[in-house]
């Protein structure tokens, strides 16, 4: 059974459309994380929440934003998408933060810009 | 500047072959994590390895972490057509708050 969910797995959005991408678990994590990934790419780390306490990345653009309202959901709003931000967006969860913490990644959402 | 260099980028090679890919830095990891992401899909993990030297083993898959847990490889005897996809390794870092930063990986490719 999954235990990362994302949803849509495809989205397609306008241009300067506010788009958001869904992440639930089942886990019970306390951490999730948002990776924006491009093709052939590593994927890149965008932020995180540890519990209710957000932590952005310093190279992330303030088009994106994230809210987490419990344990279970999390999201990825993009307030307005550009051409460049089309990629592989993925959610991940692990039960704490710190060195050798295994991660566990949902299914991706891949977000088309139009 | 990528902290993790992952190679070879691409691999194409026949049902049956061996091959090694590397993930190599000029820094030292706490851990190192070894994933594999099929097209479309997210990554999935495939080994932790943590202490220099150690070397683990998943079936036909040898991983193996370097004395100084600056590089790691992971070796895959008589690949299968199976083993197709992106191969990522990930390193977490005592002063990155523990964060994992991922390699740009190696897509491998396994022709019957």
């Known amino acids: 059974d999954a235990m990362v969910i994302q949803n849509p797995r495809y989205q397609v959005t306008q241009f300067g459309k506010p788009v958001t991408l869904s992440c639930s678990q089942t886990?019970?994590?306390?951490?999730m994380y948002w990776y924006q990934q491009k093709s052939s790419q590593a994927p890149k780390l965008l932020f995180h929440?540890?519990?209710?306490?957000?932590?952005n990345e310093a190279d992330t653009p303030d088009n994106f934003q994230s809210r987490r309202p419990n344990t279970s959901f999390c999201f990825l709003d993009i307030r307005s998408p550009g051409l460049g931000d089309a990629a592989m967006y993925l959610c991940?969860?692990?039960?704490?933060?710190?060195?050798?913490?295994?991660?566990?990644f949902g299914q991706g959402t891949r977000l088309t810009v139009v | 500047t990528q902290l993790l260099e992952q190679s070879p980028q691409f691999l194409s090679i026949q049902e049956g072959e061996n091959l090694t890919v590397y993930c190599n830095s000029s820094?030292?990891?706490?851990?190192l994590q070894w994933y594999r992401q099929e097209p479309g899909e997210g990554p999935v993990l495939l080994v932790t390895?943590?202490?220099?030297?150690e070397v683990k083993k998943l079936k036909r898959l040898t991983f193996q972490f370097g004395d100084a847990r600056k590089d790691s490889s992971l070796h895959i005897t008589a690949a299968q057509p199976g083993d197709t996809g992106l191969y990522l390794c990930?390193?977490?870092?005592?002063?990155?708050?523990?964060?994992?930063?991922f390699g740009d990986g190696t897509t491998l490719t396994v022709k019957p």
């Open positions: 991940a969860t692990s039960r704490e933060r710190g060195l050798n913490t295994e991660a566990f």
């Open positions: 886990l019970n994590h306390n951490v």
């Open positions: 929440y540890y519990d209710k306490d957000f932590n």
């Open positions: 820094s030292v990891f706490s851990s």
């Open positions: 390895v943590v202490t220099g030297g």
């Open positions: 990930a390193g977490a870092q005592l002063g990155n708050a523990g964060k994992s930063t």
